[in-house]
């Protein structure tokens, strides 16, 4: 027998503390019976275990995907509006896999997807300070001025940003736009675009070039992989339970995040 949520969690539906929520939503049922109270128990291959009547099964392997997410697509399973989801790109996928915390609808590049969501869970989890790595085409060159307020961290919506590393890239050719790189470990919801607002640098083009110590410059848009079993061990290694050992002097909060 084990806890409700860690059930649903190994069976991909959604990370512990998001099937938490669906319980106390009243969308999950044990055989016919609603059940709102965290503590409970089942038995993940005897119980009917349904999510809005859906039949619930534990999947028989873990997927771990890469995917490099075009724009126009929804960082989601399934889109109320219609529109495409980044679901509609893994052709040949059967597994029940979902996306490892967000990109915006008009941001492309990495996107983990998996049906693991103990790993899905600390990824996202602020404590563990995952960085992530974007590459960020803003309106005008920023001065150093501004790259100071964006390693320091600055105001957004009422609330101040965790440090960042920025690095303004070699100009292109286009001498009305410059190129930022920028490494958070935090992802507040469209963060990324807010911070260059804030210094009065809009972007025009956002890509996340890493998650973590993955990344691949080689994966074409709109196409996905498998992690390799290293790729896979260094995951971990980054959403270790002690966050001390991949990143210290960094200082959590609670929530899951969203990636800008």
């Known amino acids: 027998m084990e806890r409700l949520q860690k059930i ?4 991909g539906i959604a990370s512990r503390r998001a099937s938490e929520q669906l319980m106390l939503d ?14 409970t128990k089942a038995e993940a291959g005897r119980d009917d275990i349904r999510v809005d009547g859906r039949r619930v099964k534990v999947s028989e392997r873990h997927r771990y995907l890469l995917l490099n997410k075009p724009r126009n ?17 893994l ?3 059967k597994e029940y896999v979902y996306p490892v915390g967000r990109l915006d609808f008009d941001s492309e590049g990495l996107l983990l997807l998996t049906n693991d969501g103990d ?11 995952v960085e992530r790595v974007y590459e960020a085409q803003v309106l005008g060159i920023p001065d150093a001025h501004d790259l100071s307020r964006l390693s320091r961290g600055l105001v957004v919506e009422g609330k101040r940003t965790g440090p960042a590393e920025v690095r303004l890239l070699p100009r292109a050719r286009d001498a009305e736009h410059g190129t930022l790189l ?17 210094i ?6 956002l890509r996340r070039v890493s998650i973590g110590p993955i990344r691949d410059t080689t ?22 339970d002690d966050p001390s050992v991949h990143h210290k002097g960094h200082h959590g909060h609670k929530g899951k995040t969203k990636d800008p």
């Open 91 to 93: 052709t040949g996928v």
């Open 182 to 198: 920028l490494t958070i470990r935090e992802g507040r919801n469209r963060q990324v675009r807010k911070m260059c607002d804030a």
């Open 119 to 129: 790993l899905a869970a600390r990824l996202t989890h602020p404590r563990h300070g």
């Open 219 to 240: 994966l074409k848009l709109g196409r996905w992989r498998e992690l390799t079993a290293d790729e896979l061990r260094r995951l971990q290694r980054a959403a270790a």
């Open 26 to 39: 009243g969308r999950v049922t044990v055989n016919g019976a609603t059940i709102r109270e965290l503590g």
């Open 8 to 11: 649903l969690s190994q069976a």
């Open 200 to 205: 009065g640098h809009p972007v025009s083009r």
């Open 73 to 89: 697509y929804m960082t989601t399973r399934s889109d109320p509006e219609g529109r495409p989801t980044v679901i509609d790109l």
